[in-house]
């Protein structure tokens, strides 16, 4: 990493012309780095400069610059709405049922799929529980629209087995969670294994035949040897997700979201959108979309900080 | 190695391959059934709870979706903006990349540091829209393309491949003469096949399944790609989503049959790649996994 900064430093004389001659040396390099360096100051570092509008009253006749600055003005309209609680406490919640339900998930299956031992089933599952990762929110949405609606699959089998009624799983603000948490694990946990499977195939074999001989047993294996193995992928894993707890998936909340389960299914990044796109409100939405952002920033450096702490290597 | 199994430890292994199967069956189960749905009759549609060989085939549905010029147009849309919008990210991808995986790059640091800063923050979605309106892409299939052509992600998986290449290759390449572009095309490029097929065809899934810029930065509905005309046809034939323009050819809700077989539009090309992508992005991931 710091290849740069030592062989700059270690060239005493005259500096400016040696750096001259670098770039003349590597000139094709430079050339080559011009489109990306291009698309991420228009694409990424343009944007948050234009953050700066949720401190003005951004209006199009005037444009950015012209524009009055306001201060703090959106963001104390935003903290004093009765919306934040109910969108603080919405993307909260989902978040939460995500990282203790959703979060597990892959690495549970991976210990199982660990302890296959019949090569051919165990790349046969494979190749079936990554596919839905593939697969866009507007199918696995249209997908569960077809199998939970009232004329849906499990309300048909339901009707046979003698209910009366059917159940509003996509209506009623109560199923709204469930549904979310449930899609979340079909699409993402099969694909989620890989990185684990990928920190399992480093484990010496020789742990587990010294085990053997030891009389631990299998759940003593997974203890001792299995579980250790993966401990570093899962905190890394784990602060990626933290610093991520305030996005929820714009697409899929937003894909699943109906005028019936608003009161619990909005969350930040949808209300960014119906704001801020559709009611053209956007000094506003991009002040929500600022204090998501900046919670999210702290939230990744503290879980670092804290990795590193308990003595994991961190990710920044 | 042999060792005799405890009770315990056989009960385990039946749960253990039950579960699992059953798993890998829900994640295939519905695309069956949506397909199965796709050659049915309504009325079969409606009597059988779940299905996935239909009691008599028919194409009804593939015939209504093919007599509205909607639907080939928007399947044309999004094959035009995943080929063109993978070869974009894929260029962009590998020409930062191979510079940025050069140690001696002075200037380096600190472009990775910008680089990688984008993965914890960035502007959002409204400055975005803002930039992306006042570059007047509003309503362009490159407001589809370019402004998720770069995975920082796939960056700096393709960043730590080049940087594991052996430099003896291009320093030999460089003593007979070839320049560093010259080394880059003749030497890098054809060793780096199998991780450029990989990131192709993950590019390539994510701009067919991108609905996002289309919701956002396309508002006239005959310029849609597939994904938006299919939350278009079934979600919001569902009476389910609301808060969009609804386009005019989709008033009528159409028939259980023919949202099925707009399903089967949008899966069938993944379905297609999916056997090519499965055999390289495992270790794609892997690479990735691997600090760098």
Request: aromatic content about 14%; proline content about 4%.
């Amino acid at each position: 990493m710091n290849g740069t900064s030592l062989q700059v430093a270690g060239k005493k004389g005259s500096k400016p012309k040696k750096i001259l001659t670098m770039i003349k040396k590597d000139i094709w390099l430079y050339i080559l780095l011009i489109p990306g360096v291009l698309h991420y100051i228009i694409f990424k570092y343009l944007p948050m400069w234009g953050i700066l509008i949720a401190f003005k009253d951004y209006n199009a006749y005037l444009g950015f610059f012209d524009s009055p600055w306001v201060g703090f003005k959106h963001f104390s309209e935003f903290f004093s709405n009765p919306d934040f609680k109910r969108l603080l406490s919405n993307t909260l919640i989902i978040s939460f049922y995500n990282l203790i339900f959703g979060f597990p998930a892959p690495i549970i299956m991976a210990l199982m799929l660990n302890e296959v031992r019949k090569e051919w089933y165990k790349r046969t599952i494979q190749t079936l529980v990554y596919i839905p990762h593939f697969i866009s929110w507007v199918i696995i949405a249209s997908l569960t629209y077809t199998i939970f609606n009232s004329q849906g699959v499990i309300n048909k089998y339901m009707i046979q087995m003698g209910r009366e009624s059917t159940i509003p799983f996509l209506t009623d603000s109560r199923y709204f969670r469930a549904m979310i948490v449930g899609q979340t694990i079909w699409k993402e946990t099969g694909f989620g294994t890989i990185i684990y499977l990928a920190a399992l195939s480093n484990v010496d074999p020789q742990l587990y035949e010294a085990a053997i001989i030891d009389g631990a047993n299998r759940f003593r294996q997974l203890w001792h040897i299995t579980l250790p193995a993966i401990r570093s992928t899962v905190v890394t894993l784990l602060i990626l997700r933290l610093g991520h707890i305030l996005d929820n998936g714009f697409d899929q909340i937003f894909l699943m979201s109906n005028s019936l389960n608003r009161k619990v299914s909005e969350v930040f990044d949808t209300y960014v959108y119906i704001i801020g796109i559709t009611k053209g409100a956007f000094s506003y939405s991009t002040a929500v979309g600022l204090f998501k952002g900046v919670i999210g920033i702290i939230l990744i450096y503290s879980a670092n900080w804290l990795a590193k702490k308990v003595g994991e290597s961190g990710i920044l | 190695m042999k060792y005799k199994k405890s009770l315990l430890s056989r009960i385990f292994d039946v749960f253990n391959y039950t579960f699992l199967g059953l798993f890998a069956c829900t994640a295939i189960l519905p695309f069956l059934y949506v397909l199965a749905c796709s050659f049915s009759s309504e009325k079969e549609i409606l009597e059988r709870p779940f299905y996935i060989i239909p009691r008599n085939v028919q194409l009804a549905a593939y015939k209504y979706i093919f007599s509205s010029p909607t639907l080939p147009r928007a399947f044309m849309i999004s094959v035009f903006v995943t080929i063109t919008g993978a070869a974009t990210a894929m260029f962009l991808t590998l020409t930062l990349a191979y510079p940025l995986s050069k140690k001696y790059l002075l200037g380096r640091k600190v472009l990775l540091s910008l680089i990688s800063f984008t993965l914890v923050f960035g502007g959002g979605m409204i400055p975005t829209f803002l930039v992306i309106k006042d570059l007047g892409m509003l309503n362009k299939f490159w407001a589809l393309i370019l402004p998720g052509a770069i995975s920082t992600w796939n960056l700096l998986v393709v960043k730590n491949f080049f940087q594991e290449l052996p430099q003896e290759l291009e320093d030999s390449a460089r003593v007979d003469g070839c320049s560093s572009l010259g080394t880059f095309i003749r030497i890098v490029l054809p060793l780096s096949m199998p991780v450029i097929a990989t990131f192709t065809l993950f590019y390539a899934v994510g701009y067919w399944n991108d609905y996002r810029s289309s919701l956002l930065y396309i508002t006239d509905n005959k310029k849609w790609p597939l994904q938006l005309v299919l939350r278009q046809i079934v979600l919001m034939a569902a009476g389910n989503i609301d808060g969009a323009t609804f386009d005019a050819a989709y008033t009528q809700p159409p028939l259980e049959a023919s949202k099925n077989a707009v399903i089967v539009f949008g899966t069938v090309p993944i379905l297609v790649v999916y056997p090519f992508l499965q055999k390289h992005f495992v270790k794609g991931i892997m690479i990735g996994a691997i600090k760098g």
